[in-house]
Each structure stands twice: as C-alpha cells, then as structure tokens.
C-alpha cells in the first residue's frame, strides 16, 4: 500500500463546475496535509494546507480533511481551464520534514 | 530573482557517465531537499540537509551523492548512469521548522535522460 495515494485520473470537468479530488493516506500519525499544482512541465507550487479536522476554504478551492478515515480531499469550485494542472496531495507526520506525495490527479477543464 | 534555481535544466547522457546537478536558493532558508519525478509523476523524496548536515537518507542507490556546502546550495552527484535514473529531479528549501504553515519552495527541475 503506498503511503499517499490519488486517483491519477484525468479528472475532465466543464468551465464552471466543481472539480472534486480526493487522497488517502496510511500513517495515522500524519498531522499535516498540503495540496501542491503542478502545471505540465512546471514545479510544484503550495496551493492550500490544513491541519485540523474539516474544511478550509481560500478563495475557490477548498480543503476537507478526516482524520479518522485518514482522507483529505481537494474541491475546486467555478473550474477554469486554467485549473488544468497535476494535483498533489502530500502528507508530513508530526515530526520531522519529510513530505510523501501522492502520484497525483491531472484535471483537465474543458472550456 | 529566481528563489531556488537548478542548473542544468536539461542533461542527456549515456549510460555509466557520471553527471552533477547544482542547486542554489536565495529565500534564507536553512532546510534543502532533492526529490525525484518519475514518469508517473510520483514525487519521491531522495535527501535533505539543515544547515549543511544530512538528516534525510532515504533509500537511494550510493551511486547518488549529495554534497551542501552551505546552506544555501546543495548539490547531487550521479555516478554509473543507469536507464532508471531518467527522472526530474528537483530541487527544493523550506525553513527548518516546516511546521505548521511552512511549505516547500521547488526549483525548476532538471530533467535528466539517460541513453
């Protein structure tokens, strides 16, 4: 089982719908959860983080996290085509710097 | 200014050469990582460094040296290029807390093609 797994998609929405991505993870002790874009061919860029149970929202996107089931997802609202990117989910445990990322979602936003 | 820059952006070698990969940042962080790409876009961590010491070793062939001379540069040195070394590599800083609200900042990349 790998630590951080995504459905590697794509992930096809229309210009102005939600896309919904989701991640599991396998160490109970992670306490930290990061959501990464990476646009093809482009670095990694941090684009939302949550650390407690529930959602946290930042502009269109939102972050939901449950512990207990050990899920976090990603929900991108009014999708445009310049969501188009690789999403990555990434879990760090409490101590130490060590971030594992999952292999990704591509989501494509047809206009 | 370019925060964390990686040189070369591109290498194609041949099996068995030896490459290096150079990294610098410019953020004042103390904390540098090189991770791994693969073609399935798996991001996998190799090493990193806090102020020049080693504090993560993950599984990695010792064909692959990494060397940080201070703590803004970090470099990787890849000996006996095999086939599965094709990859991104990326570099990447974060403060060394990296608790809650850090993050990590990406150079890059380097892609690296071995014939």
């Known amino acids: 089982q790998k630590e951080v797994e995504q459905n590697s998609g794509p992930l096809s929405v229309p210009e102005g719908a939600i896309a919904s991505l989701n991640c599991t993870y396998s160490d109970r002790v992670s306490q930290s959860f990061f959501w990464y874009r990476q646009y093809s061919g482009k670095s990694p860029e941090l684009i939302m983080s949550i650390y407690s149970n529930g959602d946290k929202e930042d502009g269109r996107f939102t972050a939901q996290l449950n512990k207990a089931s050990q899920y976090v997802s990603l929900l991108i609202r009014d999708s445009q085509p310049s969501d188009s990117a690789t999403y990555l989910c990434a879990v760090r445990r409490a101590a130490g710097n060590k971030l594992t990322f999952g292999g990704g979602t591509r989501v494509l936003v047809k206009p | 200014d370019t925060a964390v820059s990686q040189t070369p952006k591109y290498l194609v070698t041949q099996m068995g050469n030896d490459k290096s990969i150079k990294c610098e940042q410019n953020l004042g962080h103390d904390t540098m990582y090189w991770y791994k790409q693969d073609s399935k876009k798996f991001l996998k961590i190799m090493f990193s460094?806090?102020?020049?010491?080693?504090?993560i070793n993950e599984t990695v062939p010792n064909r692959f040296s990494p060397k940080s001379p201070d703590k803004a540069h970090l470099n990787l040195h890849i000996n006996s290029l095999e086939l599965g070394d094709s990859a991104v590599y990326f570099c990447?800083?974060?403060?060394?807390?990296?608790?809650?609200?850090?993050?990590?900042?990406f150079g890059e990349g380097s892609r690296l093609t071995v014939l």
């Open positions: 990447a800083s974060s403060s060394s807390a990296l608790v809650r609200g850090g993050e990590l900042f």
């Open positions: 460094y806090n102020n020049k010491e080693l504090i």
